[in-house]
């Protein structure tokens, strides 16, 4: 069955720096998503991203946030100057119309 | 806005027991999604089962069953004859009526533990 990947699966950061996280949806689903979960807490809702634009942001999704298709099977979420709050697991998510979203396994982010 | 509410921040069950997990939302749609994750110490978030609320039917998925009251606004999620592969948190999301793009909408989760 076809998989949504991420790398890496653990990123270790210092404060201040700029990260990239890296997903590959299923290759013929259209809509990407990505969410974070905080440790210990509920999956949050970030990003939605269809047509090579920005559908839907949650107000966690602020300007230090952006995503990207910069070809045709990676998409990214960038973090511009990273905060110790923004430790966290970042997953990627993508469907197509009528379909379940399938998650990749993660990304854990550690902000030193 | 749309609510997702556990109720059950922790729940164990003995092996090959059965187990319910509670799960009721908030919406003023009447057509929706709700759907039922896993999450495995692995931290991978694994669909397990999914209900259109246009659907009287309950959704079942082998050992997983769902008993969905729209009207209660209430999904649960029934687990037969539970193995010890099934210790994981469990999130119930909604989602709005899928004309793509959706985002979804989770609870706090049940941390599940299935015991020996």
């Known amino acids: 069955e076809p998989e949504v990947t991420q790398t890496p699966s653990h990123q270790v950061t210092q404060m201040g720096q700029e990260v990239i996280l890296r997903c590959v949806p299923i290759?013929?689903?259209?809509?990407f998503y990505w969410y974070r979960q905080i440790l210990g807490q509920k999956v949050e809702f970030l990003v939605s991203?269809?047509?090579?634009?920005?559908?839907?942001k949650s107000e966690i999704f602020d300007d230090q946030f952006s995503v990207e298709r910069p070809d045709g099977s990676n998409f990214t979420l960038k973090i511009r100057s990273t905060k110790l709050e923004d430790s966290a697991m970042y997953f990627c998510?993508?469907?197509?119309?009528?379909?379940?979203?399938?998650f990749g396994d993660g990304t854990r982010l550690s902000i030193l | 806005a749309q609510t997702v509410t556990q109720s059950q921040p922790e729940m164990s069950v003995q092996e090959a027991e059965t187990v319910t997990l509670s799960c009721t939302y908030d919406?003023?749609?009447?057509?929706?999604?709700l759907f039922w994750y896993k999450q495995p110490p692995s931290r991978q978030m694994i669909l397990v089962i999914r209900?259109?609320?246009?659907?009287?039917q309950n959704a079942t998925e082998n050992r997983f069953s769902v008993n969905f009251q729209k009207a209660a606004k209430s999904f649960s999620l029934k687990i037969s004859d539970s193995q010890l592969g099934d210790t994981a948190m469990y999130f119930c999301?909604?989602?709005?009526?899928?004309?793509?793009?959706?985002?979804?909408?989770f609870g706090k989760g049940t941390r599940l533990s299935v015991i020996a």
């Open positions: 991203f269809y047509n090579n634009e920005i559908s839907e």
């Open positions: 290759s013929n689903h259209l809509y």
């Open positions: 209900q259109e609320a246009y659907k009287q």
């Open positions: 919406t003023s749609e009447n057509n929706y999604y």
């Open positions: 998510a993508s469907d197509d119309r009528n379909q379940p979203q399938h």
């Open positions: 999301a909604f989602m709005k009526p899928n004309s793509g793009n959706t985002p979804l909408v």
